[in-house]
């Protein structure tokens, strides 16, 4: 079974478990991977959050999400699930996006849910290419859960 171990520092109040399992199930599908996944998922404040994004990328505002691989897979190979390693949410920032890009606050959570776990299957968007390929894996992901923009 996908397991999602969740925090929450900040004052929303989390609506999508199911569909985070959900998004986990269709990305371990999506990556063709075997094992059940885990990661572990934390909501921040703005101010924590443009904190941390100062901390770990050297840029000085609030970012919706990040995400931090976890490096001993190889280690741990034994387990029966695959941690995959912890998604940071700033709810403020998804809720305005979500307004700006007139989505739904569904749609809006699950996306950046399901572009975090691509960034912790190794997938980023630096360079074009490479964000046509994350984008068409996260696209899969919302189509076959109907979760669409609306």
């Known amino acids: 079974m996908n397991f999602i171990n969740y925090r929450n520092t900040s004052w929303h109040c989390f609506k999508f478990k199911k569909e985070f399992l959900s998004i986990l199930e269709e990305a371990r599908i999506e990556f063709n ?26 840029k000085d505002y609030t970012t919706d999400i990040l995400s931090f691989p976890f490096d001993g897979k190889d280690e741990l190979d034994f387990l029966e699930e695959l941690p995959l390693g912890q998604i940071i949410i700033s709810p403020w920032k998804i809720k305005k996006q979500a307004k700006e890009f007139n989505h739904s606050l569904k749609r809006e ?14 997938f ?15 696209e899969n992901i919302m189509k076959r859960l109907n979760i669409t923009r609306g």
């Open 109 to 122: 959570f699950c996306y950046i849910f399901a572009h975090g776990i691509a960034h912790l299957f190794g």
């Open 124 to 138: 980023d968007h630096i360079e074009e290419n490479e964000a046509k390929i994350m984008n068409e894996h996260v």
């Open 33 to 58: 991977e075997e094992k059940f996944l885990s990661v572990d998922v934390l909501f921040v404040t703005a101010k924590e959050m443009k904190k941390l994004n100062l901390e770990h990328r050297n």
